[in-house]
């Protein structure tokens, strides 16, 4: 994974260049989002669960997930009382704090990383935790401490029903029917499109990354950016583990879990922030900086697990 790291950071710099030098522009960023989510991060998903092996156990993989979440909202909920935090920097807090971006950035780094883990139980605690809960939990909070006026609050449901039939969902329920008919590993013409689209993933969401960085904002939430990113990349991993152990995960599992439980602040967290009325700049700041600090912690993360 060490390589691998110093590659995302390369590529995230590489975004962050192409924006400066004026080839790529902010609004650009759709774009490279609207690729990854209809075109390669179906294709990863696919190609992961299509031949794998699943076992029952898989199930307690985003159960960890829903835990780890839970947690990490109560080191939020410290972190915004030492901070003496109004309600929309305390609401920014949170969701910074206990969601992470294990779809766009875990699961392919993941896949990017060797051996020692389980794509499997990544593509699971993406969907089954970290998908849901950025529907539900996320937009709780988003909409209970923000300031957006007429906002609705509680669980947005729709929402969650376009997240659940999103593409990388779709191609997750595919991938399950192919297992289960025990199908085998598609036709070569298939495959390797699928292969070659896959592993677009992490290098299109590297510059995406790169390409959204915000110094600016940084510079002012820096004290409150500051404590989210030692929960966020140090305390997760720990909860991970604890929770895993506790579980009684397989090895990979288990690997797999500690290292989505120190994956950066999911970039939804952002979007849906800034909607309800969330602190922006708290919010751009942990995107920003845990983003590129993990290239070097997830690394020291893995070799003290494996």
């Known amino acids: 994974m060490l390589s691998t790291s110093f590659a995302a950071l390369v590529i995230i ?10 080839v790529l522009r902010e609004d650009s960023g759709p774009v490279l989002v609207n690729v990854v989510i209809y075109a390669t991060m179906p294709a990863l998903v696919f190609t992961i669960i299509a031949h794998e092996r699943l076992s029952a156990g898989l199930i307690l993989v985003p159960i960890a997930g829903w835990l780890i ?15 003496h935090a109004d309600r929309p920097t305390e609401g920014a807090i949170l969701v910074s704090t206990a969601v992470g971006n294990t779809g766009f950035f875990g ?24 998908g849901v809960i950025t529907w539900t939990s996320t937009v709780v909070i988003a909409t209970s401490f923000g300031t957006a ?5 509680g669980i947005d449901w729709q929402a969650l029903g376009r997240g ?23 036709v070569h013409w298939i495959a390797r499109p699928l292969d070659l689209l896959g ?9 995406y990354a790169g390409l959204m960085l915000d110094w600016r904002a940084l510079r002012r939430a820096w004290p409150d950016v500051s404590l989210i990113t030692v929960a966020r990349l140090g305390l997760g991993a720990l909860v991970g583990l604890a929770i895993g152990t506790l579980l009684g995960l397989t090895q990979g599992q288990l690997h ?17 922030g800034v909607r309800y009325g969330l602190r922006r700049d708290v919010l751009v700041g942990a995107v920003f900086v845990t983003t590129v600090l993990c290239t070097m912690t997830l690394p020291i993360v893995r070799e003290l697990i494996l």
């Open 164 to 186: 659940l039939l999103m593409p990388p969902m779709v191609a997750l329920y595919l991938a399950l029917a192919w297992n289960l008919a025990d199908l085998g590993r598609p």
């Open 107 to 130: 699961v392919p780094l993941i896949a990017a990383s060797g051996i020692g883990v389980s794509l499997t139980a990544a593509v699971f605690y993406d969907a089954f935790a970290t």
């Open 69 to 83: 979440h839970f947690v990490m909202l109560g080191a939020g909920w410290v972190i915004a009382r030492l901070r």
């Open 13 to 22: 710099l590489v975004g962050l260049g192409l924006r400066h030098a004026g």
């Open 149 to 153: 006026e007429a906002r609705a609050r």
């Open 199 to 207: 592993a677009a993933t992490l290098p299109l969401v590297l510059l």
């Open 256 to 272: 797999t879990v500690v290292l989505m439980a120190a994956m950066p602040t999911a970039a939804m967290s952002l979007v849906l």
